[in-house]
């Protein structure tokens, strides 16, 4: 029996865009954890739940999460984090960056991607969806989808990099072509 809290951090990814803590999925998983647990169990959202999960930088949800992990007093003794998909990222943040928060006593990691991806997961076929998956495969790599999408920051598409190696080091070619 573990005996901390446990925080689930949900940070909907890889079972579509439409997720969130209010959903009856997290809610009967978080259930089943604090039963199996003998402990309370908390589901943590960032911002505006799926959206903000795509579109706020890692970091930024990071922030944000530290923040309201630092607000839960009932976690004060320390807490178990159990990170479902990219909420791993975030959970492995909080554990890395969150300066005066409360101890995390364990750390489960289902399904997230640690090592990166090497293919943008879709959101569906939404039109918000398409665009964000345009960009996201046009400019992985860009400014922009650094500070404004989540998944550019693990997304690791192996051909972008080879092609950007590849031009950095025939520029002399380039120049004449």
Request: proline fraction near 5%; aromatic fraction near 10%; charge should be positive.
């Amino acid at each position: 029996m573990l005996s901390h809290k446990i925080l689930i951090l949900w940070l909907n990814f890889v079972s579509g865009i439409g997720d969130a803590c209010k959903h009856s999925g997290i809610r009967n998983f978080i259930k089943e954890l604090s039963k199996w647990s003998g402990s309370p169990g908390y589901c943590l959202e960032i911002g505006n739940g799926s959206w903000d999960s795509w579109t706020k930088p890692l970091l930024k949800q990071t922030s944000i999460a530290c923040e309201k992990v630092k607000k839960m007093s009932d976690l004060g003794q320390g807490y178990n984090i159990v990170g479902l998909s990219q909420g791993n990222l975030i959970g492995r943040g909080i554990i890395e960056f969150c300066d005066g928060a409360p101890p995390v006593k364990n750390f489960i990691s289902l399904g997230g991607p640690h090592a990166g991806t090497a293919s943008i997961p879709l959101c569906g076929s939404e039109s918000l969806c398409t665009l964000i998956d345009v960009v996201l495969q046009l400019g992985i790599y860009s400014r922009f989808a650094q500070q404004n999408l989540a998944p550019s920051g693990y997304v690791k598409i192996p051909i972008v990099s080879i092609v950007l190696d590849f031009f950095k080091y025939i520029l002399f070619v380039i120049i004449f072509s």
